[in-house]
């Protein structure tokens, strides 16, 4: 089973304002977030919360029911001011012992499909022939987000501090890297600022 943790804690300090409850293509960022997530094959959503989490978990408790799903775990992170690491933190450690592999998931990359989701999974299985177990999206050159880590890396994962993801535990292990190339630039854009927004809005 693939696990993913979707970061939903930030403060978009760029944006100025919340920028998961922003609209794209009539869903909040957040919500675009799980639903992706929802009819790809991953087995487990762990959707964590921080800043203005009340306003977050009420767009996912009243979308479809979503937080009803057995396969969507809401969960806060009361850290999270202390950077995105403590956001990483709390979601895997919130992960099932059953899964096999990790997915760290940006919520604020609208344009990544079921599809995209899919294929770095299928890269996951192609790396583990290989003996890698870190799978990273890239198109021509640009790396780019969800990367993929097997679960033997948890305690990796969990030993990361600071305003950082898991760039750290990637540098650490190059030699465990697979590297997939994807068909779109759906894994490159993500929305830091108005300026991006607008431009996938638009």
Not at 9 to 18: H, V
Not at 65 to 86: C, F, M, W
Not at 166 to 179: F, L, M, T
Request: aromatic letters at 6%; proline letters at 4%; one cysteine or more.
């Amino acid at each position: 089973m693939v696990s993913a943790v979707v970061l939903a804690a930030g403060m978009s300090t760029r944006m100025g304002r919340n920028k998961l409850l922003l609209t794209f293509r009539d869903k909040p960022l957040v919500v675009h977030a799980v639903d992706t997530l929802l009819a790809s094959m991953v087995g487990e959503i762990i959707v964590v919360l921080g800043h203005e989490s009340e306003k977050v978990w009420d767009q996912l408790e009243g979308y479809a029911g979503l937080a009803q799903s057995p396969r969507v775990h809401l969960i806060k992170n009361p850290d999270y001011r202390e950077g995105l690491s403590t956001s990483v933190r709390a979601g895997v450690q919130a992960v099932s012992p059953q899964a096999e592999a990790i997915m760290i998931y940006l919520a604020d990359q609208p344009l990544l499909e079921p599809a995209d989701v899919d294929r770095i999974i299928e890269g996951f299985a192609a790396a583990k022939l290989e003996n890698k177990t870190i799978v990273v999206p890239f198109f021509k050159g640009e790396r780019g987000n969800p990367v993929m880590l097997d679960a033997s890396l948890r305690d990796s994962i969990l030993g990361i501090v600071g305003d950082v993801g898991c760039k750290g535990v990637i540098k650490r292990y190059p030699e465990k890297v697979y590297a997939i190339e994807m068909e779109n630039d759906h894994v490159v854009r993500d929305v830091d600022d108005v300026q991006a927004y607008e431009r996938l809005a638009g």
